[in-house]
T-cell receptor, first 115, second 109 residues
Framework: GAVVSQHPSRVICKSGTSVKIECRSL??????MFWYRQFPKKSLMLMAT?????????EQGVEKDKFLINHASLTLSTLTVTSAHPEDSSFYIC???????????FGPGTRLTVL | KQEVTQIPAALSVPEGENLVLNCSFT??????LQWFRQDPGKGLTSLLL?????REQTSGRLNASLDKSSGRSTLYIAASQPGDSATYLC????????FGAGTRLTVKP
């Protein structure tokens, strides 16, 4: 099956700093990628849809200036958490949509801890 | 807006039992429905994907069914094992995917 990677898998940062998370589709091209957030013992909540070559579409309640998304190529989307706050601590998961079968493949997730 | 509900929220069974997890969704205009497994602190493992034109999918001891008209899917696990203990998530796909809150399964030896 198709593989999606995320880097880093785990990051700890200080309040006020910015953190960049990468999502890569390794063996297929994805014009659309998605970013999800998961709080402990909760389900995945869609944050935004990342479209290659255009602006991301954010879900209601998600601050676009805080969670910057860049989909610069058909295999890479990045999520930058700006001016991180302890409330941003969460598990962030990306997915990439394979167009032929319209199936999404998920990355292994990135655990962000903001001190 | 698509809403996905999973029942029960938690389930504890003795080893060897057959069990059914339920998923319901409000908007039947979907591309597909997918069942995932998530172990504590880990990412998602895809179990079964059912396209909108399909009624069910099987993999080993797992069988998932889809009834679009009623907005329901079930995941059947046969002869459960302690290794099946995890949270099972149902996700409904259209332009994006919407997840249910999950069922936390514990299989006791």
């Amino acid at each position: 099956g198709a593989v999606v990677s995320q880097h880093p898998s785990r990051v700890i940062c200080k309040s006020g700093t910015s953190v960049k998370i990468e999502c890569r589709s390794l063996d297929f091209q994805a014009t659309t990628m998605f970013w999800y957030r998961q709080f402990p013992k909760k389900s995945l909540m869609l944050m935004a849809t990342s479209n290659e070559g255009s602006k991301a579409t954010y879900e209601q309640g998600v601050e676009k200036d805080k969670f910057l998304i860049n989909h610069a190529s058909l295999t890479l989307s990045t999520l930058t958490v700006t001016s991180a706050h302890p409330e941003d601590s969460s598990f962030y998961i990306c997915s990439a949509r394979e167009q032929l079968y319209n199936e999404q493949f998920f990355g292994p997730g990135t655990r962000l801890t903001v001190l | 807006k698509q809403e996905v509900t999973q029942i029960p929220a938690a389930l504890s069974v003795p080893e060897g039992e057959n069990l059914v997890l339920n998923c319901s969704f409000t908007d039947s205009a979907i591309y597909n429905l997918q069942w995932f497994r998530q172990d504590p602190g880990k990412g998602l493992t895809s179990l079964l994907l059912i396209q909108s034109s399909q009624r069910e999918q099987t993999s080993g001891r797992l069988n998932a069914s889809l009834d679009k008209s009623s907005g329901r899917s079930t995941l059947y696990i046969a002869a459960s094992q302690p290794g099946d203990s995890a949270t099972y998530l149902c996700a409904v796909g259209n332009n994006d995917m919407r997840f249910g809150a999950g069922t936390r399964l514990t299989v006791k030896p």
